[in-house]
């Protein structure tokens, strides 16, 4: 009887086992070799405490060159090279400082942070009446004899109605990137944004802007407000609308200078001149140590050679992995790598980017023609074992995206987004708040969605 019951055992997990497919278990091999034997966590423990942040320019993102190539040197594939860049250099200096003055000597500091890209205020600061607006259309309703000569605070919040966090950001980002050049035409000294974020809290959030054709004559500086000294600028101002705001910031803009994307690759078997490139941002801002934005893309990304080297695949398409510099403050590293791959004339067929934290995976998104991802929605039922099942046509990355045309397939991995914008750009971005399972089940993800784009190749049209 005992036999029998082996016997029986035996003969259904044997079926069990036939009944899987080749793809299952690659897959199954490729989440088990992240899960076990990952080394993305370890890397981005060095980037983040060991380098920090990784402003375009700095010392500390030339250090990251330098590490990231060292470890691609180290997985012992085809071929790791840097390819240069000019980038932008902008230091923020000593730490900003502000208060509102609700009469004179009675004050109380906020926080701020000088948004990346501006001018300094003058040596002694700025202090002058403030006025709040929602977005950068209501200034053309004031105009120029109620703004001359003041500060314009934008405090229009995230929506957060939106589950997708990546929509509320959207919605409120312009007043950011070009809050101050608009607000400068009509005659504002400084201009105070509110922080990108749902959370209440006392981090300022950093990120770009630009001042667009203005002169550097007539540029004003620009800051970001925690969203709880937004709070209190903006319920202090409906109490008393004489309060005068003072910020004070250090900030400085240099000549461009030379940095690196960091390339490498394993080389097809069969269709070597065909690319799949994978890749995450390898600058971050210079307040906390990018961990999310986006250390954790470009580990995912190096974890993928990895990954498909440990897992005993051999890619019949060229695999290259780029660490991208400057998508903080410029794009300066995906534009070039486009130019450049233009002007070799590289096949390119497939992109894949991580810049949207390292939380747990939820999908991805595509950009993509129907056909692809109609293919790309049969296989959805590799990746539901691992919760995997967010499949959206949609935007993809901003560094791959000059790549794009129609023959190819660009894609985004999807964390859930939740958390994201409570760390972007902020101080706290940092180590202690990713992850170690949720950053290898990304890695495992991406490597999982790659393999399938090589083994299957892509819909031509």
């Not at 044997?14 to 490729?30: F, G, H, P």
């Not at 105070?192 to 054709?213: A, F, K, Q, W």
């Amino acid at each position: 009887m005992r036999l029998i019951k082996f016997t029986v055992l035996f003969l259904t997990i044997s079926l069990q086992v036939s009944a899987q497919t080749a793809d299952e278990i690659q897959i199954k091999t490729i989440y088990d070799v992240a899960l076990t034997k990952g080394k993305s966590y370890d890397w981005l423990n060095y980037l983040s405490n060991q380098i920090g942040g990784r402003l375009s320019g700095s010392i500390q993102a030339q250090q990251a060159v330098n590490y990231t190539k060292s470890q691609l040197d180290s997985l012992g594939i085809d071929r790791v090279w840097l390819q240069p860049v000019m980038v932008p250099k902008w230091v923020r200096g000593t730490p900003e400082f502000a208060y509102l003055e609700t009469a004179p000597g009675l004050t109380n500091n906020v926080p701020i942070c000088a948004l990346g890209g501006s001018v300094a205020t003058p040596a002694g600061g700025i202090k002058a009446s403030i006025i709040e607006v929602k977005g950068v259309e209501e200034l053309s309703k004031l105009g120029k004899n109620k703004i001359s000569g003041k500060i314009i605070f934008f405090n229009r919040p995230m929506d957060p109605t939106n589950i997708n966090t990546f929509q509320s950001y959207s919605g409120c980002v312009d007043q950011r990137y070009s809050g101050a050049a608009e607000a400068a035409k009509y005659g504002a000294v400084g201009v105070i944004v509110r922080s990108m974020n749902l959370r209440l809290d006392d981090y300022p959030h950093t990120g770009s802007m630009s001042y667009g054709d203005l002169s550097e004559s007539n540029r004003i500086p620009a800051a970001a407000i925690s969203t709880n000294g937004a709070e209190l600028l903006s319920t202090t101002l409906k109490l008393n609308p004489s309060i005068k705001f003072y910020f004070k910031q250090n900030c400085k803009v240099f000549e461009d200078v030379e940095s690196y994307n960091v390339v490498g690759e394993i080389r097809g078997s069969t269709y070597p001149n065909e690319i799949m490139l994978v890749g995450g941002h390898l600058d971050s801002w210079d307040l906390g140590d990018g961990s999310h934005d986006d250390g954790a893309g470009c580990v995912q990304s190096m974890e993928v050679l990895r990954l498909l080297k440990e897992s005993g695949y051999r890619p019949q398409r060229t695999i290259r992995v780029v660490l991208f510099m400057n998508e903080e403050n410029g794009l300066r590293g995906g534009n070039k790598y486009a130019q450049l791959a233009k002007e070799k004339n590289e096949n390119h067929v497939f992109a894949l980017e991580s810049d949207a934290g390292g939380f747990t995976p939820r999908g991805f998104s595509f950009d993509c023609s129907d056909a692809n991802f109609e293919r790309v929605e049969a296989w959805k039922k590799l990746f539901e074992p691992y919760l995997i099942h967010m499949f959206v046509k949609g935007g993809s990355g901003a560094d791959i995206n000059p790549l794009k045309n129609d023959a190819m397939v660009l894609a985004g991995l999807r964390p859930d987004s939740q958390r994201y914008f409570d760390h972007h750009h902020a101080e706290n971005d940092t180590f202690e708040h990713v992850n170690k399972r949720e950053l290898e089940l990304g890695a495992a993800a991406m490597t999982s969605l790659i393999y399938l784009f090589d083994k299957y190749g892509i819909v031509t049209p």
